[in-house]
């Protein structure tokens, strides 16, 4: 896979743990993704820090990471943003969007989203794998896979022609894929354990959640571990073209 270029666009704000522990959010997503031979670019889009039109043409694939932001917000990045997804659906680049991400390119295709009905989802969350998809086909994975969730908004309604590819429980779009160049993933394979745990610290501090809530979702945490390997092979084979 030597030789290729792909590009972060960043939707979110490190925190002061991140950069400390990972050397921000590029550095967690590089340590899932990259590759010997591999050129990797961030671009802070929520810091209306933008691909130029002619660097564009020049990646393989896009990946869009999580936000505290809402996907179906108008901000003025996320505009900037929806207009860029829209771009990369005509040049039919390689576009992975992960919790936020997913949902943006839900809304850039066509779908809608918004507030989940069952409010905040914080933990390790089983994914049903649909059993009808090629989409995995190609890999030996099982068809339960555990992943990170830490979100409140979700998909509401797919894009038009896009395809149902995983749900939950919990959520009822927790991955679709758009032909084959676009795929969305409303957990994050990306994270850690000690990532998550200070976030739900993070959402305490900042009145999002209750303190009485998060022994029992740390206790949770603890006790059990996603199926990170499973979810590395997912991505970097959509992203570079295997899927």
């Known amino acids: ?31 899932m993704l990259a590759e010997e ?19 564009v043409d020049g990646y393989d694939g896009f990946v869009i990471s999580g936000s505290s932001r809402d996907a179906h917000g108008n901000d003025a990045w996320i505009c900037r943003l929806l207009a860029l997804l829209k771009k990369l659906d005509d040049m039919k680049k390689k576009v992975l969007g992960i919790c936020f991400g997913h949902q943006i390119l839900s809304r850039a295709l066509g779908g809608k989203s918004g507030r989940a ?39 509401w309604e797919l894009p038009p022609k896009a395809e149902l590819i995983a749900w939950s429980e919990k959520t009822g779009v927790e991955m679709f894929k758009y032909g084959d160049h676009i ?15 200070n976030l739900i610290d993070r959402l305490v501090k900042l009145e999002y959640i209750v303190d009485t809530e998060t022994e029992e979702l740390k206790a949770k945490l603890q006790a059990s571990e996603p199926d990170q390997e499973a979810w590395k092979s997912v991505c970097r084979s959509f992203l570079k073209g295997e899927l």
């Open 183 to 197: 795929m969305g993933i409303q957990g994050h394979p990306e994270y850690t354990k000690d990532i998550l745990l």
């Open 117 to 155: 009905i069952t409010g905040w989802d914080i933990g390790i969350r089983t994914v049903h794998l649909s059993a009808s998809s090629k989409a995995f086909s190609s890999l030996k994975i099982p068809a339960l896979l555990s992943i990170y969730e830490i979100h409140r908004d979700e998909v």
């Open 1 to 31: 896979m030597g030789g290729k270029k792909f590009a972060l666009l960043l939707c979110a704000e490190d925190s002061e743990y991140v950069k400390k522990m990972y050397g921000g959010y590029f550095g967690v997503f590089l340590k």
């Open 37 to 55: 031979g591999e050129a990797w670019h961030l671009y802070r889009v929520a810091c209306g820090e933008f691909p130029l039109d002619e660097e």
